[in-house]
T-cell receptor
Framework: ETGVTQTPRHLVMGMTNKKSLKCEQH?????MYWYKQSAKKPLELMFV???????ENNSVPSRFSPECPNSSHLFLHLHTLQPEDSALYLC???????????????FGPGTRLTVL | AQTVTQSQPEMSVQEAETVTLSCTYD???????LFWYKQPPSRQMILVIR??????QNATENRFSVNFQKAAKSFSLKISDSQLGDAAMYFCAYYNTNAGKSTFGDGTTLTVKP
């Protein structure tokens, strides 16, 4: 059983919809990540949160809005998306020790997003 | 900027045989980690093996082992006694300790033939 869960597993939305992706980790980690995995592209890091603070935003469009209310939960709020945003969105977590993010990330199963 | 290159988009292996997936990376850092992740059709990303750059000894995990050539910046994955359950996409990843960031390769799709 994975220590990182994501809901929903599949999501279809129109370009005018607003939806949210949820990630929860049960590993006691304090760093969480959002990745985007498009077809035939490497994983793209979107956001990094460390102790609930956003430490990385890789030039992600504002139609993606992350929220990290606590170290165990991470959301990705979606609004007015484009068809090219269709992808698998993966959440991951890792431990933070003495101010350094440790190397090993544990991934959730992903949310398959389709934007019509 | 760090880059990770997996030159084999697709590989296939006969069940019970051995296959090697290649990965090269580019970095100016001396302290980093390297990983191989497996992503089966379920899309769950699973850590297969991890290598610390400061260790000369190649990491092994059961049927999985790596050939880490630091000077050549090469990090290949060897799967011995391949099983049908090994069929998946395999990603090589580099972790920059200073930046706290991971960079992934494009992936290699492995097919295991019965």
């Amino acid at each position: 059983e994975t220590g990182v869960t994501q809901t929903p597993r599949h999501l279809v939305m129109g370009m005018t919809n607003k939806k949210s992706l949820k990630c929860e980790q049960h590993l006691g980690h304090n760093a969480m990540y959002w990745y985007k995995q498009s077809a035939k592209k490497p994983l793209e890091l979107m956001f990094v949160y460390n102790f609930k603070e956003q430490t990385e935003n890789n030039s992600v469009p504002s139609r993606f809005s992350p929220e990290c209310p606590n170290s165990s939960h991470l959301f990705l709020h979606l609004h007015t998306l484009q068809p090219e945003d269709s992808a698998l969105y993966l959440c991951a977590s890792s431990q933070e020790l003495a101010g350094v993010l440790t190397d090993t990330q544990y991934f959730g199963p992903g949310t398959r997003l389709t934007v019509l | 900027a760090q880059t990770v290159t997996q030159s084999q988009p697709e590989m296939s292996v006969q069940e019970a045989e051995t296959v090697t997936l290649s990965c090269t990376y580019d970095t100016s850092e001396s302290d980093y980690y390297l990983f191989w992740y497996k992503q089966p059709p379920s899309r769950q990303m699973i850590l297969v093996i991890r290598q610390e750059a400061y260790k000369q000894q190649n990491a092994t995990e059961n049927r999985f082992s790596v050939n880490f050539q630091k000077a050549a910046k090469s990090f290949s994955l060897k799967i011995s006694d391949s099983q049908l359950g090994d069929a998946a996409m395999y990603f090589c990843a580099y972790y920059n300790t200073n930046a706290g960031k991971s960079t992934f390769g494009d992936g290699t799709t492995l097919t295991v033939k019965p």
